[in-house]
T-cell receptor
Framework: GNSVTQMEGPVTLSEEAFLTINCTYT??????LFWYVQYPGEGLQLLLK?????DKGSNKGFEATYRKETTSFHLEKGSVQVSDSAVYFC?????????????FGKGTRLSVIA | EADIYQTPRYLVIGTGKKITLECSQT?????MYWYQQDPGMELHLIHY???????EKGDLSSESTVSRIRTEHFPLTLESARPSHTSQYLC???????????????FGPGTRLLVL
């Protein structure tokens, strides 16, 4: 079946540090890939997405590239801020699995300290 | 900005009580979902609906039930609350736009439930 594996947290970084959160996936077809972010006390919101191989999603300084050869969709940001402290979820949607909901990873908590 | 609302935001209730968590969206989305989020942050899909009068159970076995009588409304009911139901419950809807399941899910702010 379809699954998403992301690096376990928590991840603690100093402000302006480089961020990478790893995400790999298993899917039977050609999925769309997503990163969602959950700020404290809120629901999840879409951060970025990519719908086919070699696509790069980007938003708010975050980027992730859909790598079919390594089945990965790692999230990166060049310089994190305290306001980026949140939980980040990688997710996939596989159209060949019928009309099934998104598959989420377990989440990675990021804490950025000043 | 997504227009999806959940009430109450926080609820403390005694064991054995019946409770209904409300979820409404004003975007006209056909698809709606309920997730249970444990303290370790992992999301567990407990119910979903692809339209009026459609409901499906998710991956996590749940003692809750849902109904979808109106497009905009997807309430979740616990007939008899227990301490094991203590968790955060997130409602979401999706726009069904795009090919190959590219649609975005929009989440409400969540209901934090504590059963004593």
């Amino acid at each position: 079946g379809n699954s998403v594996t992301q690096m376990e947290g928590p991840v603690t970084l100093s402000e302006e540090a480089f961020l990478t959160i790893n995400c790999t996936y298993t899917a039977t077809g050609y999925p769309s890939l997503f990163w969602y972010v959950q700020y404290p006390g809120e629901g999840l919101q879409l951060l970025l997405k990519a719908t086919k191989a070699d696509d790069k999603g980007s938003n708010k300084g975050f980027e992730a590239t859909y790598r079919k050869e390594t089945t990965s969709f790692h999230l990166e940001k060049g310089s994190v801020q305290v306001s980026d402290s949140a939980v980040y979820f990688c997710a996939l949607s596989d159209p060949t699995s019928g009309n099934t909901p998104l598959v989420f990873g377990k989440g990675t908590r990021l804490s950025v300290i000043a | 900005e997504a227009d999806i609302y959940q009430t109450p935001r926080y609820l403390v209730i005694g064991t054995g009580k019946k409770i209904t968590l409300e979820c409404s969206q004003t975007m006209g989305h056909d698809k709606m979902y309920w997730y249970q989020q444990d303290p370790g942050m992992e999301l567990h899909l407990i119910h979903y609906s692809y339209g009026v009068n459609s409901t499906e159970k998710g991956d996590l076995s749940s003692e809750s039930t849902v109904s979808r009588i109106r497009t905009e409304h997807f309430p979740l009911t616990l007939e008899s609350a227990r301490p094991s139901h203590t968790s955060q419950y997130l409602c979401a809807s999706s726009d069904g736009i795009g090919l190959g399941n590219q649609e975005t899910q929009y989440f409400g702010p969540g209901t934090r439930l504590l059963v004593l």
